[in-house]
């Protein structure tokens, strides 16, 4: 996309795109906010809207749809089976992903689970190049381990290495040597890799990770969730794909991986997912599972208006104009509180900016969640919502021992197409004044465990007074300023 230039040399970025539909907001007082979060155990996942006013917690459905889309939905045929959305839907996937077989689900979870039934046993194991939560709960919870194999560049917090979310092809061979490729039913590629920052892989990584696929006769399964974002940064720090179109480096992506799988709150702005592949003997083997977990196969349990709006999603995702918006609001967000101090992963990637909670919070040992702490201190001085990406993130060990994450980060969400620079700069501006008050902040502790992803509805609570003292802090800087 051609560059826009601003006269006075400010470098902003500018929404191609104009509101016409609003939802009204609400800045609740910082006592509120308090009592919000000891209702919800300190946990952001569990707040309720009314007391948020920037919801930065994930681009998971919270995407703007565009009139297009919204339209789509008035033409949904609402048969049970044989729908004509399905089959809008269906050649959209063909068109866009190049994938001809395609099996509905009702977001990405569900086509993990599928996956893994189908193809877990005890003692799998998955090379990838980094987990997501669902996904290793899916695949422990069938008898299967992981194995991540970032470069180490990927750990790296501020640099300015272009594609972090690589993987690292000589270990990958490694390990399959290792435990045999009869013991490895896929290796998974996540685009855009969520839990260290958003950070997108090359294509000449997934080139290099699909001949090792070749090599050792197993097949490469791909979660394109966040696919068109990574494609976009393909296009921007590949030189090889500099002057390639969005859907060609869409299709060369999809085209190197035997399955393809997303969830549709992502790619494509809507609520829905899917698996699909071009072999119809993977078409087979996973085919009789969806009706068994989600639905008949031209619906998968996702609403045929939502399946409509998927459709014309698809086709949105191939606009560079409209792929751009949230990744160059996340370079905007993390260069200015960069030069303000605020130390943060770098490059910026994708889904939001992310806060190295680990150098921010060095004072909280990870024993009392760094992230977690700096999530609940930040909704408190400021009513953002962002998402804990580090050990609450973590589950346990098979003996129940804590494990500890490789990044202690907040990630504040940047959906496309939702927020305004304004809305932005307010952002920017809390959280600079909790960088210059971070010794305030305090651990948390659980209170309530549950076995399985704790991070969504677990309970915690302050090590100490500290959410008093920086409301002190607050009220000394900003007065009775909400």
Same mark, same amino acid.
């Given at each position: 996309?051609?560059e826009i230039?601003?006269y006075n040399?400010e470098n902003i970025p &500018?929404e191609l795109h104009?509101v016409?539909?609003v939802?009204?907001l609400?800045?609740? #007082?910082i006592?509120?906010r308090l009592?919000?979060?000891?209702e919800g155990g300190?946990?952001?996942?569990?707040?309720?809207?009314?007391?948020?006013?920037?919801d930065?917690?994930t681009?998971s459905g919270t995407?703007?749809?565009?009139?297009?889309q919204?339209?789509?939905?008035m033409?949904?045929?609402d $048969?049970y089976?044989g729908?004509?959305?399905f089959?809008?839907?269906?050649?959209?996937?063909?068109?866009?992903l190049?994938?001809?077989?395609?099996?509905?689900?009702h977001?990405? =979870? $569900?086509?993990?689970?599928i996956l893994?039934k189908a193809?877990?046993?005890?003692?799998?194991?998955? #090379?990838m190049n980094?987990h997501?939560?669902t996904?290793?709960?899916?695949?422990?919870? +069938?008898?299967?381990r992981?194995v991540e194999l970032?470069?180490?560049?990927g750990?790296v917090?501020? /640099?300015?290495? *272009?594609?972090?979310?690589n993987?690292?092809i000589?270990k990958?061979?490694?390990?399959?040597?290792r435990?045999g490729?009869?013991?490895?039913p896929?290796?998974?590629?996540?685009a /855009?890799?969520n839990?260290i920052?958003?950070q !997108?892989?090359s294509i000449q990584?997934l080139?290099?990770v699909?001949?090792?696929a070749?090599?050792y006769?197993?097949r490469?399964?791909?979660?394109a969730?966040?696919? %068109?974002e990574?494609?976009y &940064?393909v296009?921007?720090?590949?030189?090889?794909?500099n002057?390639t179109s969005m859907?060609?480096i869409?299709k060369t992506?999809t085209e190197?991986a035997?399955?393809v799988?997303?969830?549709?709150?992502k790619?494509?702005?809507s609520?829905g997912? @899917?698996? +699909?592949t071009?072999?119809?003997?993977?078409?087979k083997?996973?085919e009789? &599972?969806v009706?068994?977990?989600? %639905?008949f196969?031209t619906?998968g %349990?996702?609403s045929?208006r939502?399946?409509e709006?998927? $459709?014309?999603?698809l086709y949105e995702?191939?606009d560079?104009t409209?792929?751009?918006?949230?990744p160059?609001f996340?370079?905007?967000?993390?260069?200015e509180?960069?030069?303000?101090?605020v *130390?943060?992963l770098?490059?910026?990637g994708?889904? @939001?900016a992310?806060?190295?909670?680990m150098?921010l919070?060095s004072?909280?040992?990870?024993t009392?969640y760094p992230?977690?702490?700096l999530?609940? $201190?930040?909704?408190l001085i400021?009513?953002?919502?962002g998402?804990?990406? %580090? /050990?609450?993130?973590?589950?346990?060990d098979?003996? @129940?021992n804590?494990?500890?994450?490789?990044?202690?980060?907040? =990630?504040?969400?940047v !959906?496309?197409?939702?927020?305004t620079?304004?809305q932005i700069?307010?952002?920017i501006?809390?959280?600079?004044?909790l960088?210059?008050?971070?010794?305030l902040?305090?651990?948390l502790?659980?209170?309530?465990?549950p076995?399985?992803l704790?991070?969504?509805m677990g @309970?915690l609570? !302050?090590?100490?007074?500290w959410p008093q =003292?920086l409301?002190?802090?607050?009220?000394e800087?900003?007065g009775? /300023?909400?």
């Amino acid at each position: 996309m051609q560059e826009i230039k601003f006269y006075n040399g400010e470098n902003i970025p &500018l929404e191609l795109h104009k509101v016409r539909v609003v939802q009204k907001l609400h800045l609740v #007082p910082i006592e509120r906010r308090l009592e919000a979060l000891e209702e919800g155990g300190f946990n952001t996942f569990r707040l309720n809207t009314k007391d948020v006013f920037l919801d930065m917690l994930t681009d998971s459905g919270t995407n703007a749809m565009s009139d297009n889309q919204m339209a789509a939905m008035m033409q949904a045929d609402d $048969a049970y089976a044989g729908s004509q959305s399905f089959y809008r839907l269906k050649k959209a996937v063909e068109d866009v992903l190049g994938k001809k077989h395609y099996l509905p689900v009702h977001q990405g =979870r $569900a086509a993990e689970n599928i996956l893994s039934k189908a193809y877990i046993k005890q003692g799998s194991l998955i #090379p990838m190049n980094y987990h997501f939560t669902t996904t290793l709960a899916h695949i422990t919870e +069938c008898g299967g381990r992981i194995v991540e194999l970032l470069y180490d560049e990927g750990y790296v917090m501020n /640099s300015d290495h *272009p594609f972090k979310g690589n993987m690292n092809i000589e270990k990958l061979e490694e390990n399959i040597i290792r435990h045999g490729s009869k013991n490895v039913p896929f290796i998974r590629m996540e685009a /855009s890799t969520n839990l260290i920052g958003g950070q !997108p892989f090359s294509i000449q990584n997934l080139r290099d990770v699909r001949a090792i696929a070749d090599k050792y006769n197993i097949r490469l399964v791909l979660d394109a969730s966040l696919l %068109g974002e990574n494609a976009y &940064l393909v296009k921007l720090r590949e030189e090889e794909f500099n002057e390639t179109s969005m859907a060609d480096i869409l299709k060369t992506m999809t085209e190197l991986a035997d399955i393809v799988y997303f969830s549709a709150r992502k790619l494509s702005s809507s609520r829905g997912g @899917g698996i +699909c592949t071009n072999s119809e003997v993977i078409y087979k083997e996973l085919e009789a &599972l969806v009706p068994l977990y989600e %639905g008949f196969l031209t619906y998968g %349990g996702i609403s045929v208006r939502e399946i409509e709006s998927m $459709a014309v999603g698809l086709y949105e995702t191939l606009d560079e104009t409209m792929i751009c918006q949230s990744p160059d609001f996340i370079r905007y967000l993390v260069d200015e509180l960069d030069k303000n101090g605020v *130390p943060m992963l770098k490059p910026a990637g994708v889904l @939001g900016a992310h806060v190295n909670a680990m150098e921010l919070c060095s004072h909280i040992p990870q024993t009392q969640y760094p992230a977690g702490s700096l999530a609940a $201190a930040l909704f408190l001085i400021s009513g953002i919502r962002g998402m804990e990406r %580090g /050990s609450v993130s973590n589950q346990r060990d098979e003996y @129940g021992n804590e494990t500890y994450a490789d990044m202690e980060l907040v =990630r504040l969400a940047v !959906p496309r197409r939702v927020f305004t620079l304004s809305q932005i700069k307010y952002v920017i501006d809390r959280v600079t004044w909790l960088n210059d008050n971070r010794e305030l902040i305090g651990g948390l502790k659980f209170v309530y465990e549950p076995p399985v992803l704790r991070f969504f509805m677990g @309970g915690l609570e !302050p090590v100490n007074d500290w959410p008093q =003292r920086l409301i002190s802090k607050f009220k000394e800087d900003f007065g009775e /300023s909400l």
